[in-house]
């Protein structure tokens, strides 16, 4: 059994950052990806970021890529979500998932564990 928890959300304001952090069970290391997806009030689920625990290659949505930086810490067996220039439509729960393999996929159905995830709220 793989577990994920999350932490580090919280209220800010636009223009903010905030590290969001994920503690991975031994077991969810090598040989598996690891992402982070969010679903705001009303809406899906939605990819933000993945990352190749091996290598470490990654995958951004869109509407993060150059704001958000996803990245593993093998010493600590965490996996960080580095978020700047927040906006208010950044205001969603966040969750950490886990899927065995080395493709960064973004379909929350390929992942297989899952954190029980983290507010963050954006202010305007």
């Known amino acids: 059994q793989v577990r994920l928890v999350e932490s580090g959300g919280g209220l800010v304001q636009a223009g903010d950052s905030l590290r969001l952090s994920c503690t991975v069970s031994r077991r969810a290391t090598n040989g598996y990806v690891m992402a982070w997806f969010r679903q705001a009030p009303g809406k899906r689920r939605e990819f933000v970021a993945a990352?190749?625990?091996?290598?470490?290659?990654?995958a951004y949505a869109d509407s993060v890529q150059g704001r958000f930086t996803i990245s593993r810490d093998d010493a600590k067996n965490t996996l960080d979500l580095q978020m700047n220039s927040l906006k208010p439509e950044d205001t969603a729960v966040y969750y950490c998932?886990?899927?065995?393999?080395?493709?960064?996929?973004?379909?929350?159905?390929?992942?297989?564990?899952w954190g029980q995830g983290t507010q963050v709220t954006v202010s305007s």
């Open positions: 998932a886990a899927r065995p393999g080395s493709a960064t996929v973004s379909a929350d159905n390929m992942y297989t564990y």
């Open positions: 990352i190749a625990w091996a290598g470490g290659s990654t």
